[in-house]
Each structure stands twice: as C-alpha cells, then as structure tokens.
C-alpha cells in the first residue's frame, strides 16, 4: 500500500491467468483475430498507465527487458502482428500470482508468478496463455459484462452494488471487500467460460510449439500455481490470504493440468525449455511485498515509510496491493487504506462510507472518538440491506498528523463488527528503529553442492514457517524430489542492505 489517494481507474476487460476445469482437450479450428485495429490500440493506450498504477507499477529491475523479449515474441505467433515492437509486455511489481492481458498488444506478468517459473518455456506459455484470450476475442465477449461491474473500480463500487441490491456484483458477503487489483484479475477470470480457457490454452500451446519451445510448458506452469495455490490454503489457515477467487471456485486444478498435456501430446513435443537463461534472469528479483509498499509478515502488516503496524485477528489472511491491503476471514472482511485529509475528520469519513456506498444510501451513525495506542481515532458504523441479510459497514479512522490519515472499512454480519476490534486497536506508530529493520527478499539462485539436500536448502529461505514446503513449491519439486550437484536452484533470501 502506497501513501497515495485511492484511483478510479478505467473499466477495461482483462484475460486473467486463471484455473478453470476444462472438458477433455480436443484440438479445433479456432477463429483468431488477425490484426490490432486502431480503436483497440487506442483503448489499451489509455488503460495501460492505469493498469500499472493498480497493479504496483512496472517493476525496474533487470528482469524486465527479458520478460518483454520473450513475451513479444510469443506474441507474433498469434498473428495480431508481424512485428514484436506492436507488442507491450509489462513485468509488473506485484507479490499476486497473476498474468493478464487487454487488446491493443499489452500483456502482463507480475514478477510474483515469474518467480514460481523454472524456465524460459514456462514464461511464454504463460504469456501465450493470454495472447490467445486477447486473439480469441474472448475479452470483447465480456467487454459489456466487465463494463457494468466496473472491474477496475473503486471499493465503493464494489460493496454499493451488493448493499444497493441491484443485481449484486458476487452476491452476499464474499468477495466484497478486495484490493483493486485482486478485484480486477478474480472479476475477469470469473467472466470467461471453461470453453474460452481451454481454447487460451490450446492457442498458448501452438504459440509455443510455432515458437519452437517445449508445449508441455503450459502444463507444468499450471502444475506449479497448482501447488502454490494449495500451499497459500495452508499458510492462511484455509482462508483467503492471496488465493484468487478463481482458484477456489475451480477446485480441479489437476484437470487443467491434464488438459494440457494431452493438447502438448497432440501438437507434437520437442523443443526448448531455456533453464538456465531463465534462471539467470530471475536471479535477484524481488519477492513478495515490496516494503515500499508495506509488507506482511505473518499476522502483521508493518509499512516501513507510513511508519505503521496493525496485526489482524487468528484465522485472518491478508493481501497487500498499491493502494490498499485487504483482510478476509469466516467473520468478515476489511480493508486498509487512505485518502485525502484536510483535518476534518467527519468529512473525511463520510467520504469513505459515500466511497463504499456508490450509488446506494446509507446512514451512519454519528462519529464517535477515542484514542488507539495514542492515536486519535474515529468511528461510525451504518447498518444495510443486502442480499445475504443485514451487514454492518465500519469506518475506523486514525488521525496520524493533521494532513494524513487511515481507516479501516470493515463488513460483517449485523452485530458481527466486534470480530475485528482487537484489528482496530492493534494500529500503532513504528520507531526508527523497527521502520529500519523491515527488509525486502528476493530470489536467489543458487547451485546445489555436495551434501546439499532439500532440508539444507530450505533451511536458507527467509521464513519461519514452511521453509521446505515454500522450498519445494519454488521449485516444482515434490517430497520424492532428490537434488543433484551443480543442479541450479531457486531459494528466497532478505534483500541485503
């Protein structure tokens, strides 16, 4: 979360890396479109700054040459261009597992999901998984659905369209309270059917093959987010810390995995992985939260530059994005973040709650005062109608100077609100001290010597729980998995200073 004002950025539909239970993978004729028009330049002209803005921006490191060669590349195959400088391809600064892509020739990758990647193959299946949905015209087939749900909107229009119980945008509590970028990737990925994700992965399966690289690639890239998916089930308890909400409302991820191999099988195998060049890029980039956007460390949320804490009650996950960090558990959900502030503390809370409402009424409770760790605070609560029964929706404001404050917005069952009090008390000011000791990690390749094992290996991972697990995800390897010397490895270590 940056110390920005929350972004209203452009409905745009997006193709979203996703799990989605497929029927048996049959090859057909698939029907592409063969050129970027001019009207889809110009719409991806002017969604693409706020793309990067909603997702942490374009990531700086070294990394990001490499990504845009192999994703332009793999785009040509499609055949919307001949030439690979029509194509954008953004490494994007986000710890979310995602790729996506808009017409107009950009395509994306956050560097979390480069991370989960063993090679070079993996990397433009991924991408080619996205060109095709973009080349498919899958993306114009929902562009009205994506438009009416404001899929790149603010929070508020997010909750106003369940509490004003005007269609509902997922209906009841779940899903309402998510950060935009989270809510941009889960909203596109639920708009496209099984057909139109099978037929993205059989069109990233003959990209990679026109390429000349191994089209089993797809296949154990989808096997890797498959592992890393169910290790985030672990971490958080069973809820929702990263996990995308196409992984859970798709349970199957081995039938997708199965489907394709069975496309790999029917293109033919053969053709490179590039490991090593893969490996050699990867080196380095940064992993996780990036602390200049705050960074989660177990149940706490510590922002090194807003110099703020906050610790989320047992069974809660969180996930942290550009503009906000968002909580989820059985009890409810909420969402950290900021705004504008003048000092005027009432206003600055009836502009959240008008935020959260959108176009719906509600009538909160006057403003309420009292003090949090030293922290003046202030609070409201409005009770609303939605389609699951009544909820209540809090505002919990702290004033941090007179020209910078926080809040809370939290949405639980009526009468449910006090599951996040000791959230609410729990924000508290850092020392210069604690702001210095937050450190980032990053990837570190290393190369297995003699006497090294997995147990060894995984000892160097930079956290304390589910070291051999995070391990063995990293690196698509399984619990029979037997490392050899001078086999190259991928570890995740702090930054050093």
């Known amino acids: 979360m940056r110390?920005?004002?929350?972004?209203?950025?452009?409905?745009?539909?997006?193709s979203a890396f996703a799990f989605t239970g497929a029927a048996d993978a049959q090859l057909k004729a698939i029907r592409t479109q063969t050129n970027i028009t001019p009207a889809e330049r110009k719409q991806g002209d002017e969604a693409h700054p706020q793309l990067l803005a909603e997702f942490g921006g374009a990531y700086a490191g070294p990394q990001a040459a490499y990504v845009n060669r192999i994703g332009q590349n793999i785009a040509v195959q499609s055949g919307l261009s001949r030439s690979p400088?029509?194509?954008?391809?953004?490494?994007?600064n986000s710890p979310v597992n995602n790729a996506f892509a808009i017409p107009g020739g950009y395509v994306y990758v956050t560097r979390q999901l480069m991370a989960l990647m063993n090679d070079e193959a993996e990397l433009a299946g991924v991408l080619g998984h996205e060109v095709g949905h973009v080349a498919a015209q899958h993306s114009k087939k929902r562009q009205k659905a994506a438009t009416r749900n404001t899929i790149l909107g603010v929070l508020g229009a997010v909750i106003g369209g369940a509490i004003g119980d005007n269609g509902g945008l997922l209906g009841g509590l779940g899903g309402l309270l998510q950060n935009?970028?989270?809510?941009?990737?889960?909203?596109?990925?639920?708009?496209?059917?099984?057909g139109q994700e099978l037929e993205a992965d059989q069109l990233g399966v003959q990209y990679l093959k026109k390429a000349?690289?191994?089209?089993?690639?797809?296949?154990?890239?989808?096997?890797?987010?498959a592992n890393q998916t169910n290790l985030e089930a672990r971490l958080s308890g069973g809820d929702a810390r990263s996990i995308p909400e196409w992984a859970s409302t798709h349970p199957d991820p081995a039938s997708r995995v199965r489907n394709a191999e069975s496309l790999a099988a029917k293109v033919g195998r053969g053709g490179v992985r590039n490991a090593d060049a893969f490996l050699a890029s990867v080196d380095g980039v940064l992993y996780g939260?990036?602390?200049?956007?705050?960074v989660i460390e177990g149940r706490d949320f510590l922002h090194p530059a807003l110099r703020l804490k906050f610790t989320v009650p047992n069974g809660y996950g969180m996930q942290n994005a550009a503009d906000a960090v968002s909580v989820s558990g059985n009890g409810g959900q909420a969402q950290f973040t900021t705004a504008a502030y003048n000092g005027d503390m009432n206003a600055y809370i009836a502009a959240a709650f008008k935020a959260v409402a959108g176009n719906a009424s509600l009538s909160p409770s006057s403003v309420q005062r009292t003090t949090v760790n030293g922290i003046p605070a202030y609070y409201s609560v409005a009770r609303a109608n939605t389609q699951?029964?009544?909820?209540d929706v809090t505002v919990f404001a702290y004033e941090f100077s007179r020209s910078?404050?926080?809040?809370?917005?939290?949405?639980?069952?009526?009468?449910g609100a006090g599951v996040f009090n000791s959230m609410l008390g729990s924000v508290r000011r850092l020392n210069a001290s604690e702001a210095a000791a937050?450190?980032?990690?990053?990837?570190?390749?290393?190369?297995?010597?003699?006497?090294?094992?997995?147990?060894?290996?995984?000892?160097?991972?930079?956290?304390?729980?589910?070291?051999?697990?995070?391990?063995?995800?990293l690196n698509r390897l399984t619990a029979s998995s037997r490392l050899t010397p001078g086999q190259k490895v991928k570890i995740v270590v702090y930054a050093s200073r």
Do not use: C, W
């Open 180 to 194: 935009n970028a989270m809510q941009a990737a889960q909203l596109a990925t639920l708009g496209f059917s099984r």
């Open 404 to 415: 910078s404050a926080f809040h809370f917005v939290t949405l639980t069952k009526a009468g």
């Open 289 to 294: 939260d990036d602390p200049a956007q705050g």
């Open 85 to 92: 400088k029509d194509f954008t391809v953004t490494l994007l």
């Open 438 to 473: 937050i450190r980032p990690r990053r990837v570190d390749v290393v190369t297995v010597g003699r006497g090294d094992t997995v147990a060894t290996l995984a000892r160097r991972m930079a956290y304390s729980d589910y070291q051999t697990e995070r391990f063995q995800v």
């Open 212 to 225: 000349g690289y191994d089209p089993l690639a797809l296949s154990t890239m989808l096997a890797s987010l």
């Open 388 to 391: 699951s029964g009544q909820v």
């Open 3 to 14: 110390k920005t004002k929350y972004r209203l950025a452009a409905a745009f539909a997006l």
